[in-house]
């Protein structure tokens, strides 16, 4: 992980962009805390092409509206996640992260899942009990690449992608197979299914980087979907690579 153990800012990211036909990008909190928020956002107002920020706010906490009130005028936060992924599934259930969620929903917010596979089932739950609000998943919520196994999040990711407001983000693939070897042909599977259950008007691109360079430099993973989707139609790959994102975060 030492690749990981270094600062990563947006001049870093912007060398990237040009050469890989990027013109604008979403930054995805990494820490809970409202400190992290706060200069994400200070971020994208000093670089243009960051087009958006994906935040993070305490959802449990009783005075969540007067707290995420001070961003009202913020056009550049697009919404919020938490790191379910080191949370049990049962705490996303609970009645005040729900409560918290259908606030920011009704504030026109949208949520990133987060997840490992033995989360999706309970994701399934709590997306069922707010229709009104936006999800993404984030990396597939982080299939079993590396063992080759579909078993489980196969069926449990096709059951969360029968609610219409639900999204999945063609990242973190991978950092999930093995780090030194993967083979292209190792995520097929897995971007097969997805697409099945999602469609081409629910995906989006994600690069995670840099956590994506603990196994592929940024371009390595955009051209992983990209070379996926090329022989989907030029209106199916645009949506993909562009659209779908800009109207999930509202940067249309």
Not at 18 to 34: D, F, R, Y
Not at 107 to 131: C, N, R
Request: with cysteine; glycine share 6%; proline share 4%.
């Amino acid at each position: 992980m030492s690749i990981l153990k270094q600062h990563y800012l947006p001049y870093q990211l912007e060398k990237l962009l040009l050469p890989s036909n990027v013109m604008g990008t979403i930054a995805v909190q990494a820490e809970q805390s409202a400190a992290e928020t706060d200069f994400l956002l200070e971020l994208a107002h000093q670089h243009p092409f960051i087009k958006g920020v994906v935040g993070w706010i305490d959802l449990c906490q009783p005075d969540l509206t007067d707290c995420f009130s001070k961003y009202a005028n913020e056009k550049k936060l697009k919404g919020f996640r938490h790191i379910l992924q080191s949370e049990s599934p049962d705490f996303m259930l609970q009645k005040a992260f729900i409560d918290g969620l259908r606030l920011i929903g009704n504030a026109g917010y949208t949520f990133d899942l987060l997840l490992y596979p033995q989360h999706i089932a309970a994701a399934t739950k709590l997306v069922s009990q707010l229709p009104h609000l936006n999800f993404v998943v984030d990396h597939l919520a982080k299939p079993h690449i590396r063992e080759g196994i579909m078993a489980g999040w196969q069926e449990d990711i096709a059951a969360l992608a029968i609610y219409p407001n639900v999204y999945c983000k063609l990242s973190g693939l991978v950092t999930e197979a093995n780090w030194k070897s993967w083979k292209y042909d190792d995520l097929l599977p897995y971007l097969d299914h997805i697409v099945n259950c999602f469609g081409t008007s629910r995906l989006m691109v994600g690069s995670d980087w840099p956590v994506c360079l603990l196994a592929a430099s940024y371009d390595d993973c955009l051209d992983v979907v990209r070379k996926y989707i090329r022989t989907f139609t030029d209106a199916e790959q645009l949506e993909i690579v562009q659209g779908n994102a800009a109207r999930f975060y509202r940067v249309c």
